[in-house]
């Protein structure tokens, strides 16, 4: 950037300035900076690659259809951050009956700190989640609490509904 600054203060001060000076300091800067983009790119790569090593075994959503009669969608931000969704489509309503059960609490479990979000409970709506019997190949919703936005985006959280239990969800 200094040699930006410096080519400005010859153009506005009106000194005449060579044009292939402006160039060649232009095309050094452009040499510069793009190797500052390589390196950031590259602790991108890594970055990203750390992420990879976390994620679950690829058969991890088949064993969830074979026991529980669910595909695991997401879980996302909502509300501005303060709530997160978690978006999960029944393939067996037989066996994902126990997931609707109004006495079970769902809990989703954060990670890195090991907080504990519940589904609230507003007094006018009810429990934010679905627990009406389940139909084959509708997707279902569950708004957990975040707050203080916590949970952020790339966290991994830990679902647990009964005997069920859904482990590193990256969120969206």
């Known amino acids: 950037m200094q040699w930006f ?12 300035v060579n044009k292939r000076l ?14 500052f983009g390589n390196l ?7 970055s990203a690659n750390s992420v990879k090593k976390e994620r679950p075994h690829p058969r991890k959503n ?12 997401f879980v996302r931000h909502a509300a501005a951050g303060y709530m997160l969704e978690f978006r999960y489509k029944v393939l067996d309503p ?7 059960e109004r006495q079970t609490k769902p809990i989703m479990s954060h990670l890195r700190t090991g907080a504990k979000m519940i589904v609230p409970t507003p007094a006018k709506t009810g429990a934010l989640r679905n627990s009406n019997p389940p139909l084959i ?23 647990a509904i009964g005997d069920f239990l859904v482990e590193n969800i990256i969120v969206k």
């Not at 400005?8 to 005449?16: D, I, M, Q, R, Y």
């Not at 402006?22 to 793009?34: D, M, Q």
């Not at 088949?62 to 969608?73: A, D, N, P, Q």
């Not at 037989?94 to 609707?100: G, N, T």
Request: charged letters at 25%.
């Open 94 to 100: 037989v066996k994902a009956k126990d997931l609707f």
């Open 40 to 46: 950031q790119a590259e602790s991108l790569d890594k």
């Open 5 to 16: 600054t410096t080519v400005k203060l010859f153009v506005t001060s009106g000194l005449k």
């Open 137 to 159: 190949d509708h997707t279902y919703w569950m708004y957990f609490a975040n707050p203080g936005k916590l949970v952020k985006k790339g966290d991994l959280v830990n679902i």
């Open 62 to 73: 088949t064993y969830m259809k074979r026991k529980w009669g669910v595909e695991v969608l």
């Open 22 to 35: 402006i160039e060649i300091l232009a095309f050094c800067s452009f040499i510069v900076l793009s190797s």
